[in-house]
């Protein structure tokens, strides 16, 4: 079936890289997202890749994909307390349905 | 500014008194969605919908209806309450249905 999996939890010092990875099952998804939950608060739209695409920068974040192994990782640079977050993984299979990873909480250490 | 905006933010209340969480959103946005968010669990889809009088279930749609007679509303509404329907919910939004673009702040309910 349909499944999306990550880490649970994911520890850095700040100012380092953080690598958060996912792994999907449904071959046929058209675009892979990640999202960022700060406590309190509702998801936030980190950034998105087309499965076609092999990577994707946007300023501190970039976003690899390797289709052969289904396999996605967000890569946050110089990582910041403000960076301590839930970061969830999600996939947007060809009938449109969104399948959502558990969610990889980041902690930042000063 | 652009948003989708929820009521209540926190709500308890007793089984089986019906109650209605709303949401809003100001983006002229098609698509909108119902998720909750369990610990363990992640974010399940409860219902959607795609345009005005257009809403379709979701993965959890047990015990819930929605409505979406204006393109900016879609409020969720619980019949009948349990405590199984204790979660923390979502809204979320889009222009075209093809990712959650934007989430309310959540409505923490807690059914005793």
């Known amino acids: 079936g349909e499944d999306v999996e990550q880490s649970l939890f994911l520890s850095v010092r700040e100012g380092d890289s953080s690598v958060i990875n996912c792994t999907y099952t449904d071959s046929s998804s058209t675009y892979l997202y990640w999202y960022k939950q700060e406590p309190g608060a509702g998801l936030q739209l980190l950034t998105y890749?087309?499965?076609n695409m092999d990577m994707k920068q946007d300023q501190r974040l970039t976003v690899l994909l390797n289709k052969k192994d289904k396999h996605l990782s967000l890569r946050i640079a110089d990582t910041q307390t403000g960076d301590s977050a839930i970061y969830f993984c999600?996939?947007?299979?060809?009938?449109?349905?969104?399948?959502w990873g558990l969610g990889t909480s980041l902690a930042v250490n000063p | 500014e652009a948003q989708v905006t929820q009521n209540p933010r926190y709500l308890i209340t007793v089984t089986g008194k019906k109650l209605t969480v709303t949401c809003s959103q100001n983006m002229n946005h098609e698509y909108m969605s119902w998720y909750r968010q369990d610990p363990g669990l992640g974010l399940r889809q409860i219902y959607y919908s795609m345009n005005v009088e257009v809403t379709d279930k979701g993965d959890v749609p047990e015990g819930y209806k929605v409505s979406r007679k204006e393109k900016r509303n879609f409020p969720l509404i619980l019949e009948s309450p349990s405590p199984n329907q204790t979660s923390l919910y979502f809204c979320?939004?889009?222009?075209?249905?093809?990712?959650?673009?934007?989430f309310g702040q959540g409505t923490r309910l807690t059914v005793v």
């Open positions: 979320a939004s889009s222009p075209g249905g093809r990712y959650e673009a934007f």
């Open positions: 999600a996939e947007r299979t060809a009938n449109r349905k969104l399948i």
């Open positions: 890749i087309f499965s």
